[in-house]
């Protein structure tokens, strides 16, 4: 089983600011088959990114992905208030499909 | 409108059984591997479990923790896919949500079905 690990746990930043958050796996994720997904209170998480840099529809472009391997980020260039969620990171391209523990991205 | 709609949760006592729905409107729901997720309260997003398509022979997984209790099925005649789980466990108690694969993640997702096991 492919282990995702997220740091950091909880980032502190102000609207308008770039967070990055990365996301370790215990072995090489084939293909690229990263996503990231982002959830807010009360409702289901939201496809942002898969493929490890390829946005879903509907995305804003301030949300890109990168990385290959064991080593992937997602970054939000500028921050807006309704990006403040919890991040979570996933891989699909090995059983059983794997997430990471999320990030928290609360307002400063 | 891409929409799934989960029903079918509620109260379960320990060793129960409970049989989720998942219904679809808006695609082609039999082209699509299915997938279950689950989220305890407080908690991460923990995968349940996948459906494939008819044309990889509607094969099923699951995680190791559910497999040999919970069972995957789909009816694409009604554009649903269904959770069937036995023997529930007090740490079963999650909402558990319906997810499409689409061309790279899962791009659509249900509202999400509570479900929780106490006695």
């Known amino acids: 089983e492919i282990v995702l690990t997220q740091s950091p746990g909880t980032l502190s930043l102000s609207p308008g600011e770039r967070a990055t958050l990365s996301c370790r796996a215990s072995?090489?994720?084939?293909?690229?088959?990263l996503a990231w997904y982002q959830q807010k209170p009360g409702q289901a998480p939201r496809l942002l990114i898969y493929?490890?840099?390829s946005r879903a529809t509907g995305i804003p472009d301030r949300f890109s992905g990168s990385g290959s391997g064991t080593d992937f980020t997602l970054t939000i260039s500028r921050l807006e208030p309704e990006d403040f969620a919890v991040y979570y990171c996933?891989?699909?391209?090995?059983?059983?499909?794997?997430f990471g523990q999320g990030t928290k991205l609360e307002i400063k | 409108e891409v929409q799934l709609v989960e029903s079918g949760g509620g109260l379960v006592q320990p060793g129960g059984s409970l049989r989720l729905s998942c219904a679809a409107s808006?695609?082609?729901?039999?082209?699509?591997?299915m997938d279950w997720v689950r989220q305890a309260p407080g908690k991460g997003l923990e995968w349940v479990g996948r459906?494939?398509?008819?044309?990889?022979?509607?094969?099923?997984e699951y995680a190791a923790s559910v497999k040999g209790r919970f069972t995957i099925s789909r009816d694409d005649s009604k554009n649903s896919l269904y959770l069937q789980m036995n023997s529930l466990k007090t740490e079963d108690t999650a909402v558990y949500y319906c997810?499409?694969?689409?061309?790279?993640?899962?791009?659509?997702w249900g509202q999400g079905t509570t479900v929780t096991v106490s006695s």
């Open positions: 997810a499409r694969l689409g061309g790279g993640g899962m791009d659509v």
């Open positions: 808006g695609f082609t729901f039999s082209d699509h591997y």
């Open positions: 459906t494939r398509n008819k044309a990889n022979s509607y094969t099923t």
């Open positions: 072995q090489s994720v084939s293909s690229s088959y």
């Open positions: 493929g490890a840099s």
């Open positions: 996933q891989q699909y391209g090995s059983s059983p499909v794997t």
